[in-house]
């Protein structure tokens, strides 16, 4: 089984400017949820979509969104870009959402801000 | 709002020796799940140990095992006979049942393995 995706692997963007992130969870899975890591700020939840609905934010700008299809691949958007969203950006998988499912992890997309 | 600590930024340990990492967390909540996740230089995260918190006994997963104290809200991992291939970052995360997926994460452990 194909583990979780993510694309681009590196990205390299200037401040203003928008990006767009791509997340495949593993196949069968419906539950896809963001996290960025930072050193200064460590991992911090964004958001899980649960069957193309948000189901939990986290705190962090209007600037971050996202959405998830109807194949339960998931994209997180963050628009006006600055130096300080520079981060590792994760996403996770589960199986159903499920409360005792194990999330499974993709490689992360490592986002500059210059 | 639910808070994970890891008390020790770094440690160190010899090969073949134990080591024993730190988590403390603060909730209101009865019914949670407390996880360690490793992450090596390639980023990947990786589960190392699940733990539900109605359960008494201490989750053990082959070298790995925990000490959960509820009433302490305490959740320490150990590592025996650690080998080379066990240095990574180590993060201490917890999830209530009825939050959906969302993790809370702790500020990770460096663990450096020494031959």
């Known amino acids: 089984k194909a583990g979780v995706t993510q694309t681009p692997r590196y990205l390299i963007k200037t401040r203003g400017q928008q990006v767009t992130l791509s997340c495949s969870p593993i196949?069968?899975?419906?539950?896809v949820s963001w996290y960025q890591q930072t050193p200064g700020q460590g991992l911090q939840f964004l958001f899980e979509y649960f069957s193309e609905t948000q189901r939990n934010k986290g705190n962090f700008p209007g600037r971050f969104s996202g959405r998830q299809f109807s194949n339960s691949r998931s994209e997180m958007n963050v628009s006006t870009l600055e130096l300080g969203d520079s981060a590792l950006y994760l996403c996770a998988s589960s199986s159903t959402g499920d409360r005792s499912n194990e999330q499974f992890f993709g490689p992360g997309t490592r986002l500059t801000v210059l | 709002a639910q808070t994970v600590t890891q008390s020790q930024p770094e440690m160190s340990v010899q090969e073949a020796e134990t080591v024993t990492l730190s988590c403390t967390y603060d909730t209101s909540e009865s019914d949670y799940y407390l996880f360690w996740y490793k992450q090596p230089p390639s980023r990947q995260m990786i589960l190392v140990i699940r733990q539900e918190a109605y359960k008494q006994q201490n989750a053990t997963e082959n070298r790995f095992s925990v000490n959960f104290q509820k009433a302490a809200k305490s959740f320490s991992l150990k590592i025996s006979d650690s080998q080379l291939g066990d240095a990574a970052m180590y993060f201490c995360a917890y999830r209530e049942r009825t939050s959906g997926s969302r993790l809370t994460f702790g500020e990770g452990t460096q663990l450096t393995v020494n031959p």
């Open positions: 196949s069968g899975h419906r539950s």
